[in-house]
């Protein structure tokens, strides 16, 4: 088996990102992180209120059974 370099390591990750969230494992996923931006953008909350949103989010995953997209890149 030949070695990994670093490019070939980081397509690994993010195809295993990429999987992962297909398969709904991601509580972070770019669905959710896309939703509170556009609720950002239309001025219902602040960006502050947005990023502590998604601090919570992170915080309730392993609760839940999910893994935040920080943790399936690093097991990729």
């Known amino acids: 088996m030949e070695p990994r370099d670093r490019y ?3 397509r690994e990750k ?27 953008h239309s001025g219902e909350i602040t960006l502050a209120q ?9 915080r309730s995953a392993k609760k839940s059974g999910m893994l935040t997209r920080q943790q399936a890149f690093s097991r990729g």
């Open 8 to 10: 070939t390591a980081a």
């Open 50 to 58: 947005g990023q502590e949103e998604l601090k919570k989010i992170k």
């Open 14 to 40: 993010r195809r295993a990102v990429n999987e992962a969230e297909a398969r709904g494992q991601i509580a972070d996923s770019m669905e959710v992180r896309l939703a509170i931006m556009a609720r950002v």
